[in-house]
Structures are given as structure tokens and as C-alpha cells.
């Protein structure tokens, strides 16, 4: 072997381990726990009074896809990637064609203001909607009640109302890297088309629909399903807005309710529906690239 060879291979040997240790080992891991009937007191240490680890094969897979906690959870979580990727998409193209318009004055300046939620900690953002949604104390309550609203809703402990309130949260959260894709696309869109359009007679809704949105079909398809991924594998928000509520909405929230969030922790179940959740976000991206063939643009 030549000196050179070996010393590439001497220096890409370190971040290989990181990556077989940080990124495959606890996904086997994981996936072996959900074959078993890990819980607390026979994992990892075993205790006197807990029946023994063993392998119980699909029983975990058995009891997820029976279970109605996981059922409702798996119908609420894809309830909430329809809505809120539909809000998310929309206001993402509604800004990026606004902030294109040359009639628009400023349009560098509203746009790094409106990607400062883009660059705020996530833990912080969710407190200040927590506050803003608070049913007594809310900034959005009180102006409701001063607008003629007597009783306002329960943003925090009713379940609609706390829906409703986290799309609202994650639009605000999304919108800037979906503004930003979508405005980098549209600046790609030829002045000619526009021109040969607006001399044929086209007024701007026609433009808007049937040139330029179609030109830019492609990366509003990646960020489409980039973010409804995202909003499939929902937790942090919900956990801390209001975990006890949305703990049987979101599927992995479920799971770690399950894992970690019981008086006996089932690591087992968790891990089944952790590992459920994941081959249907897998099957779910490889039937939306196929469909959207996305692949197809990014080849040519």
C-alpha cells in the first residue's frame, strides 16, 4: 500500500468512528431495544423483582398498532403535517413574491427582519408564544378580550384551540427558510418570460400562476416535503407548549412518553414507535421524491 493511501486512510479513520458510533451504533441499538422487552428494572441493570430481558420479537409491533393511544397519535401528527405544511408553504410563497416585486420599496431590509426567527434560539421562541398564548395573562387574550371578545379561547388546555395555537407557532418558525428557498428560486425565473408575457396581454395573476410558479415547481416541491418531514417527527414544540396534553397527538412525543414519561418506563414500546415512525417517514419521502421526481431535476 502506498504511503499516500495509508495516510488517507490514517486520516479519515477518526471521522468514520465518530460517524459509526454517534450515528449507526444508537440506531441498531435502538432498533434491537424495540425486539425486546426493555423497561425499568431489566435495562440496562436488572433488578430482583423485574422479569428478565429477553426477545419478544414483533409483540412490541403488535401492541403499537393496536394500541389507541398510537392511533391517535398517528392521526394527528399527519393532521398536523397537512395543515401546517399548508400554511407554511403559502406564506413562505405569499412573502418570497411580495418581497420580489419591484414596486416594493426596501425589500433587503424587510427581508432580514423577517428572518429573525430563523436566527432565534428554539427554546426561547416557544417560550414567548407559551406566554403570548397564556389563557389569563396572553398579550393575544387581552387583546381579544379589548376587541369585544368576552371569553377567549384556551390556547394552552384545550385541545383545538392548543392545535390550532401550534400551527401558528410552527408557521412562524418555518416561514423564513421556506420565504428564502422560494426567493432564491423566483430570482432564477428569465426577465424575457415576464416581458413576452405582460406584451401578450397576461396580467400578474396569470404570470404569477402560469409562468412563474410553475418555473419554480421544483424547489417548492423540495421544501414541501423537506418541511412535512419535519412536521412529522414534531416534538420539542409540543413537549414543551404543553407536553401532557399532545402527549398521545404526536407520535414521537408518544414514544417518549412511553420510554420515558410512565411510572415503569417501557424502553421496548418506545422504541417500537420510534422505529415504526421512522419506516413511515421513510416510506413516506421515497414515495413523495418519486412522485414529485425531484431527483430527476437535480440529475440534470
Known amino acids: ?20 458510533f454517534f450515528n449507526i451504533y444508537p440506531i441498531v441499538y435502538s432498533t434491537y431495544i424495540a425486539f425486546t422487552n426493555a423497561q425499568l428494572g431489566n435495562f440496562p441493570i436488572q433488578t430482583p423483582n423485574a422479569p428478565p430481558l429477553r426477545f ?75 406566554f403570548m398564548f397564556d389563557p389569563v395573562f396572553g398579550p393575544v387574550n387581552i387583546i381579544l378580550q ?30 423564513p427558510f421556506m420565504m428564502t428557498v422560494v426567493i432564491s428560486a423566483l430570482q432564477s425565473v428569465p426577465d424575457t418570460l415576464i416581458e ?15 409562468i412563474i410558479i410553475p418555473l419554480v415547481s421544483k424547489p417548492i416541491a423540495f421544501i414541501t416535503i423537506l418541511t412535512s418531514a419535519a412536521s412529522f417527527q414534531y416534538f420539542l414544540v409540543p413537549f414543551l407548549y404543553n407536553g401532557s396534553l399532545f402527549k398521545d397527538k404526536f407520535l414521537l412525543l408518544y414514544g417518549y412518553q412511553k420510554a420515558f414519561g410512565s411510572a415503569l418506563p417501557q424502553y421496548g414500546k418506545g422504541a417500537a414507535v420510534m422505529l415504526i415512525a421512522t419506516l ?17 431535476g437535480v440529475s440534470q
Open 146 to 175: 379589548n376587541i369585544g371578545i368576552s371569553h377567549p379561547p384556551d390556547w394552552v388546555n384545550n385541545t383545538v384551540w392548543a392545535f390550532v395555537a401550534l400551527n401558528i407557532i410552527e408557521v412562524w418558525l418555518a416561514y
Open 196 to 210: 413576452a408575457a405582460i406584451i401578450d396581454g397576461a396580467n400578474y395573476w396569470q404570470r404569477l400562476t402560469k
Open 56 to 130: 419478544v420479537g414483533l409483540e412490541n409491533f403488535r401492541w403499537a398498532l393496536s394500541d389507541s393511544g398510537f392511533r391517535s397519535a398517528f392521526l394527528w401528527t399527519w393532521l398536523f403535517v397537512a395543515t401546517s405544511v399548508t400554511l407554511k408553504v403559502f406564506s413562505g410563497i405569499f412573502l418570497a413574491v411580495l418581497y420580489t416585486n419591484k414596486r416594493v420599496l426596501g425589500k433587503a431590509l424587510y427581508r432580514s427582519l423577517l428572518i429573525i426567527p430563523w436566527a432565534l434560539p428554539l427554546l426561547f421562541s416557544i417560550t414567548v408564544w407559551r
Open 280 to 296: 413511515i417517514l421513510a416510506v413516506y419521502m421515497y414515495v413523495s421524491m418519486k412522485i414529485t421526481r425531484i431527483q430527476e
Open 1 to 20: 500500500m502506498e504511503k499516500r493511501t495509508l495516510a488517507a486512510i490514517i486520516l479519515i479513520l477518526p471521522g468514520i468512528a465518530a460517524f459509526l
